[in-house]
């Protein structure tokens, strides 16, 4: 129960003040600018960017400079800024096989068309703190060669061809894919609606969920067939031309998990697939989605339903970070009279047992003395 | 309202996709600089916009399979009629309002045969080639970081 | 097929104030059904789409509602207009679309083959804007129901004769059914599920 209260006008206009003080910082420094956040913190724009599920990345860097670096609070600026808008309609699928790549690797094939490429990676990195940082030092130019000829056929249609792997994951032809920002969710749902939620789920959420599947919790023998990362074009159907016109080209992460598969009542013995498709650059994310979206396959494929991860309406349900943040943080909202309520009736409880102890102890005590 | 057929000696879809998709690929810089180096300057009327909103993103379940919602993406679009009557049209990534309109006014200029080749030469031809560029040197700081494998030779004793 | 100039034409020359300005009429129309509302923004819409449904349709569709037309609609420039202006793609099946744009009397017999909502979601219906003759001269209907104190009595030329019989019908299905616009150039009338229509001036009062 909620009751208006007035009086905090004032604290919260001096709160919003010194808000802008402390985010500013120290003003004999210099202010971090949006061409500054968007191309050395790439990487914290671009999970933002993934889980407010808008791909912008000066306002995505400009949301990140107003909340500090708090990255769930940048996410909730964008998804508000983002319900301002009307959508002007969908895009045509994107092709991931045509993909500008910048990374490509799989974990499964040593050799494979268009060879494996490392791109800006951590990987292989030795994790020690860089002193060099400290400092602005140059920076050497990346090293350059001619790139092979040819495109990175991709891993599933290599294991395709031996007809060991099951298909992409059709739809009907004339079934538009669901979309959870504009009806309301039900369960169960389909594996489009699905992916949905998990490309704009909490990073920590779906990555922890991944971990419980590998550690027995739901556990599906994964192998990273691919990884992918790099720009596809998007293009829009535009009514006034009636054809599609490209808007040019976005970042996405793509990971295609293969996983061993023992048959069941429902499928039989062959390779299944998870997928992961996220905004910008995030592999752990996408690998962390792919997982999941296998695990949250188990009723499809006949699988026991044992773990958190197979487990769609806990999985779908919780992984909205803007939504948990929502809720858990309304908790610090003034409950007071919630409260009142509750400490008057702990009150009546404590006495009302108090005094049936007194009644019950009372001839004992008066025994004794 | 209506307009005479201007000279639109239709240059086919293909054509027009790919000048729009280089118009919605064209910095802001690019479009005024050709727009400064025009002749004579169009009389244009606003019809629509510039105005930002969302497209969104789909994907392929599976890469290939089904289609998806992936997520939305801003995108700003314009479209503007000439006093020849051509209308011109453009859509791109981001919220930059000036660049789309320009991209419009260019759109319909393209369009005109009269002035098509100024629009090829000035602005679709030199943003085609900084693409390429772009792409290229992607590509080759990319193919540098490609693992060539070598086995070493293994002793058994 | 590129668009003429006909479809680029017009629209809301102030998109957000002009659509703010057409809802504000329609929820004050539907809130107090019968209420005559007048359009007054012109929006150059083409025939035989009235003015009055011209800015409905700006007002309320987008590329999340898909439109149905009435033949007469589809083959004319109406089609491309809405798409141009509000990114609605048009649909045949009837049951597909949000909003329905038609002509009366012509082939209003039931609104059976529209989308008439769930009992989960009775939100999910089909609007449907028929453009009649006159809202003002012709045949007498006594409305009642919420947002309409006792009575009111509304005059409509160009309705069918199984209007009300389908209205009946509509009704019937409570918390189902359609909503119903009614327009006559830049006039509109709104006629919401809730309403009670009966033949005839209202008696007393």
Known sequence: MYVAVKGGEAAINAAHRLLADRRRGERSLPSVTIEQIVEQLALAVDRVMAEASLYDRALAALAVRQSRGDMIEAIFLLRAYRTTLPRFGSSEPIDTAKMHIARRISATYKDLPGGQVLGPTFDYTHRLLDPSLLTDEDVDLPSRKEPLPGASTRVSDILATEGLIEGDGELPDDQPPGDLTREPMEFPMGRDLRLQALARGDEGFLLALGYSTQRGFGRNHPFVGEIRIGEVEVELDVPELGFAVSLGRVQVTECQMVNQFKGSAKAPPQFTRGYGLVFGQSERKAMSMALVDRALRAEELGEDITAPAQDEEFVISHADNVQATGFVEHLKLPHYVDFQAELALVRKMRADIEAAQKVKAGPLRDAAE | MTVSAPDTSSPGTEARKRAAGLLARASREELTGAWDALATKPDYTPVRGPETGLVMVRGRIGGGGGPFNLGEATVTRATVLLASGIAGHAHALGTDKPKVRLAAVFDALWQDGETRSFVESAILAPVEARIAEEDRQQAEETAATRVDFFTMVRGDD | ?205
């Open chain 3, 1 to 205: 097929m590129s668009m003429n100039a006909q479809a680029l034409a017009g629209g809301f020359s102030d998109p957000v104030f002009d659509s703010q300005a057409v809802f504000r009429l329609l929820m004050d129309g539907m809130s107090r059904p019968g209420t005559i509302q007048t359009v007054g923004i012109d929006v150059e819409q083409p025939l035989p789409l009235g003015r009055a449904a011209g800015a409905v349709a700006l007002a309320l569709c987008d590329a999340d509602t898909p439109v149905w037309l009435q033949s007469a609609m589809a083959k004319s420039g109406a089609p491309q207009w809405i798409a141009f202006h509000t990114g609605a793609p048009v649909v045949q099946e009837k049951s597909d679309a949000r909003f329905a744009f038609m002509q009366s009397p012509a082939g209003i017999c039931s609104f059976g083959l529209f989308a008439l909502g769930t009992q989960e979601y009775p939100d999910r219906s089909t609007t449907l804007v028929i453009e009649v003759a006159s809202l003002v001269d012709g045949q007498p209907l006594t409305l009642s129901g919420p947002g309409i104190r006792d009575k009111v009595t509304v005059k409509v030329t160009g309705l069918p004769e199984v209007f009300l019989s389908i209205w009946n019908d509509n009704r019937a299905l409570f918390p189902r059914g359609a909503d119903v616009i009614l327009t006559a150039g830049d006039a509109l009338l709104c006629l919401p599920r809730t309403t009670r229509i009966a033949a005839g001036e209202t008696a007393c009062m």
